[in-house]
């Protein structure tokens, strides 16, 4: 059955991609299809990739696998239910940061808390791309916007430091201006047993000319081999850090259990809840001693 | 005074919160309907957790009883500012039994019973509950003996020390009344039978609970709003028993349904419980459950609103909100259960019509009904079954194919050899988003077309009374036993009750049926009698008569009787 294994590009040749020439999310599909194919065990048909709306969010469009494009914000609570009720899937949920910061900010911190055995892919273009270039909640301070005319006067949103901080247990920035790093990321992060965020930096040739490819190339670096991820105190100064961004994995603790295997539907059986046929006989002799 | 209850008799307990009234309600009505009596419980409460006035009324009868009504026969109140509370309810006729130095209350029909004083005598007065809990079963005639067993086996969990003391009050206040029963001052001589005794004693909330359960409900994500919340804390407690049921309390109710759809996508029959407010946030999901074709299932205990309104309080307010919610265009089935076996039933059913149509199914209760209860006959499950729809997928596998009927079979992910995609923006037969207009219309043709058959199969609205009518009384919901027995009381002729379980879509023949009544009273509990609206709008019959109540109480027997009269 795997021999179809290909995260190749649904319809190849005819495929209309709605993104602008140059624009970042290309080396995030990019990137994100080579890794899938050499992820071991993993192919198109045990495989969802949940999004939500904004130009990132089209991504699954462009894979041939099973994939659940919802609403605009809610991209984590449907891969919260796909992944915890189906414990043979791998899930990727994957948007913009507008959508998983903005919109969806509330479920990213309880996400967070529930720590669900999914991998969360952030493309962080600090901008709204989709409705043409208004805030997001990750665009610097001062920047003018059709919107923020006078330039944005709030302090931008820092996805890694509060991740650390709610207890994420996999924490990591990638980059499109790092290919290699960002896929050596995603692959750990699919690997992780719990929730694991990958804010990939991308830039919108179209509506952001501030945080250009150049931009994101000199305001980051690799983190040296040498860090230790495991030690949250170091990760949140270097999460706070705000002029330059290191890319790899900036924190990570294996000790929290996540949530999909501490749930009782799984105390005895690991079959996903579609296999499972309810005895009715039960049910009535339970429902009939409701004296 | 010399008074006996014969067939039917209504006693009211009110006390504040804390003072134990949930506990006297649930232990006398499980005591009498061992016994063999037919019992009805209602409690009203306010949003509180202390203080305050709540009561809750049984009802006990040699026939049935099912519903609210507004007379007191007895009443027992724990502090002077509940009786203030029922001073609408309580007419010359009724018997207060009350302590009434302690209450400082006076009223010709008061029989003065030290309550307070025994449970003080006892260790505290936190025992006044289980005093007035004796004394009710005394004026039964049920033994003493008897009494003692049931005690023991009702806190079969607690200490020694407690099961004691609790004995002693129920014993001190049986013998109170003994003294009552015996000179025939105060006497109930209702029937009681063997059969009763083997009934299932339910609320609402259970009984959805329990549907949901026999129809195979997987999963449940939702976050609390009273009066919503009871049917997640069933589920959850069925889970313990049931170990294939995944509970989530989500962070708020958008999550929530965002949960549930996923949840289906993936192939676990899921819900979501809320009330109004909370469906309210809801309302994005609908949509995209509409677009995604995906089967869901909505229970919404309704309250008075706009906003929180009044929290604890009923109404059946929110038909509009779940017929018109969400954007766009697309199918949905709401059904309304009357009654406990009802609401078994068609949450159970809810579980395969979402699944079979692929459409969201709502399921319409309010407070009154998931709060109330009453003893019925043992549910026979035969003939049900959980009819799961679901299909393994070929290599070509396109999730929104265009079939005749519109309904395209429905893959899961990793079950077959394709793949399933999902999209809440229109899209083409693979799921893929599209602005292809040609494909917009035909997939809204396909989606759309489903109303045929949803209206096929629509439940028909039941009879009560002779086919051969000259008046109808609509009803819907939980007024469907209030109305009932308000037809059966009055003398009024020519007029029988018609009951919607089924509130959207109406089935093709309902028109027929109302073309046949010569005057038509809908009966509601909201202020803009919203099903009469629904009604005309499907069937362009006029429906000017209109009983609408919205003061947060289901309507009493009596009430609707002169109400119902005074209009034919
Ligand atoms: C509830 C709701 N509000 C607003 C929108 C409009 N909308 C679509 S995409 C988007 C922002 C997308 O920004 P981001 O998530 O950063 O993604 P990008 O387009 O930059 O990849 C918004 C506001 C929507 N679809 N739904
Ligand atoms: S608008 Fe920006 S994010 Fe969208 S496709 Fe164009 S470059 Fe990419």
Known sequence: MNETKTFSLDYEDNLDIAWCPGCGNFGILNLLKKTLEEIENLNPENFVLVSGIGQAAKIPHYFKTNFFNGLHGRALPAATAIKATRPDLTVIAESGEGDMYGEGGNHFIHTIRRNINITNIVHDNMIYGLTKGQASPTTQTGMTTPVQVNGVILKPFNPIAVAIATGATFVARGSVTDPKTTTEIIKEAIKHPGYALVDIYQPCVTFNKINTFKWFKDHTYKLDEKYDYTNKEEAIKLALKEDEFPLGIIYKNTERKPFDEQLSIYKNTKEPLYKRQRNLKRIEEFINSKK | ?568
């Open chain 2, 1 to 568: 005074m010399g008074k006996i209850f014969k067939d039917d008799v209504s006693i009211v307990l009110s006390g504040e919160a804390g003072q134990g009234i949930q506990t006297i309600e649930k232990i006398l009505t499980k005591i009498l309907k061992e016994e063999g009596f037919n019992v009805f419980a209602t409690k009203e409460y306010m949003s509180r957790i202390r203080g305050g006035s709540n009561s809750t009324e049984i009802r006990v009868g040699s026939d049935t009883v099912r519903t609210h009504i507004n007379k007191i026969d007895l009443l027992l109140p724990l502090t002077k500012k509940s009786v203030d509370h029922l001073e609408n309810r309580i007419d010359t006729e009724t018997i207060i039994i009350a302590e009434k130095e302690t209450l400082n209350l006076d009223n010709k029909n008061l029989i003065d019973i030290p309550i307070f004083k025994i449970a003080n005598e006892i260790g505290s007065k936190i025992y006044s509950n289980i005093v007035a809990v004796g004394f009710v079963l005394s004026l039964f005639g049920i033994e003493k003996e008897q009494l003692k067993k049931h005690m023991e086996n009702y806190f079969a969990k607690k200490s020694k020390d407690i099961i004691q003391k609790n004995i002693q009050a129920i014993e001190k206040g049986y013998d109170e009344g003994k003294k009552l029963y015996s000179s025939e001052d105060l006497k109930i001589q209702i029937k009681n039978n063997e059969e009763t005794k083997d009934n299932l004693l339910i609320n609402g909330n259970d009984a959805v609970a329990l549907g949901a359960l026999a129809g195979g409900c997987d999963s449940i994500f939702s976050y609390p709003m009273t009066p919503g919340t009871g049917v997640l804390l069933s589920l959850a407690n069925f889970s313990q028993k049931f170990d294939d049921i995944l509970v989530e309390q989500a962070e708020d109710e958008i999550a929530a349904i965002n949960m549930a759809i996923g949840g289906w996508y993936a192939g676990a029959r899921s819900m979501v419980t809320t009330s109004g407010g909370g469906f309210s946030l809801m309302e994005e999901g609908v949509s995209l459950a509409g677009m995604l074709e995906s089967p869901m299932v909505i229970h919404i205990a309704q309250r008075p609103g706009p906003a929180t309104g009044l929290p604890t309080r009923t109404a059946q307010e929110d038909l509009n909100l779940a017929l018109y919610s969400g954007h766009g265009e697309f199918p949905r089935i709401i059904y309304a259960p009357g009654n406990i076996e009802d609401a078994f039933f068609i949450s159970q059913k809810a579980f395969n019509e979402a699944d079979k149509y692929q459409v969201p199914v709502f399921l319409l209760t309010d407070q009154y009904f998931v709060d109330s209860y009453y003893n019925v006959k043992k549910f026979n499950l035969d003939n049900i079954k959980i009819e799961k729809y679901f299909i393994k997928t070929d290599k070509n596998y396109k999730r929104y194919k265009i079939t005749e009927n519109g309904i395209s079979p429905r893959g899961i992910p990793n079950y077959g050899e394709g793949i399933v995609g999902v999209d809440s923006d229109e899209h083409d037969e693979y799921g893929h988003i599209t602005e292809d207009l040609d494909i917009r219309i035909k997939m809204m043709d396909k989606r759309m077309g489903k109303l045929d058959l949803l209206k096929e199969n629509a439940i028909m609205p039941e009879i009560i009374g002779s086919e051969d009518f000259k008046n109808l009384i609509i009803s819907w919901g939980s007024n469907y036993n209030s109305v009932k027995e308000a037809l059966k009381k009055s003398k009024i002729k020519n007029t029988s009750m018609l009951h919607f379980t089924q509130l959207y879509p109406l089935n093709n023949k309902v028109k027929d049926l109302l073309k046949k009544a010569e005057k038509i009273i809908v009966v509601e509990n909201n202020a803009t009698g919203q099903f009469a609206n629904l009604l005309k709008l499907e069937t362009n019959i006029n429906i000017d008569n209109r009983i609408l109540k919205y003061d947060g109480m289901p309507f009493s027997v009596e009430e609707l009787i002169k109400k119902i009269e005074e209009i034919i």
